[in-house]
């Protein structure tokens, strides 16, 4: 089985019908109804194994004119997400590592990538760590949710 990722312009992001999370989950992506309304200088990204959809993270190109704590050579990451059928085998953790290499590859302006994590959420947090992003040990409290942390993965 292969994990891969591929872009995806939001009038092509059907698949998203197919990924299913729980509903405490579901806020911390957002929604999964507005998952598509992206802005201008965002990217959806659709993780694949093989050929089926698994699941999908957006990279915000202008992430620091919505958050004061990213510069303009870091990238936003958001709505990170694997379908709840797959997680916990190692996909999220895999797919991270991928959008790494993706950035160094395609984007070598930017030299970090940026987000924020609930509190609550751990099995999020755990597996940003694990893919390298370092907690800067600041909250955001901007988010509907409570206080998040912000987190940053040098490229
Ligand atoms: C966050 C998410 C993408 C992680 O994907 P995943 O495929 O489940 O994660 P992985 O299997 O690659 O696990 C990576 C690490 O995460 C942690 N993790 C995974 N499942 C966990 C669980 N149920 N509880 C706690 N930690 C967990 C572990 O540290 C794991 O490392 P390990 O394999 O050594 O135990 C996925 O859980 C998800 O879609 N969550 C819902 C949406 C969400 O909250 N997105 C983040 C918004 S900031």
């Known amino acids: ?81 694997i379908d709840r059928k797959f997680q916990g085998r190692g996909y999220g953790l895999e797919a991270i590592l991928q959008l790494r290499q993706f950035v160094s590859k395609y984007y070598k302006n930017y030299t970090a990538i940026c987000l924020t994590v609930n509190h609550n959420n751990t099995q999020a947090y755990r597996c940003y760590l694990k893919a390298g992003f370092v907690d800067i040990n600041k909250d955001y409290n901007g988010g509907a949710l409570g206080p998040q942390r912000i987190m940053r993965l040098e490229i």
Do not use: W
């Open 1 to 81: 089985m292969e994990l891969t990722l591929d872009s995806i312009v939001p009038q092509h992001a059907e698949f998203l019908s197919q990924i299913e999370l729980d509903k405490t989950q579901q806020e911390y992506i957002g929604g999964l109804d507005n998952y598509c309304n992206v802005q201008s200088g965002e990217l959806i990204l659709m993780v694949k194994l093989d050929d089926t959809p698994i699941g999908a993270m957006k990279l915000d190109f202008e992430y620091s004119s919505t958050y004061c704590f990213a510069t303009t050579n870091e990238i936003g990451l958001r709505g990170v997400m």
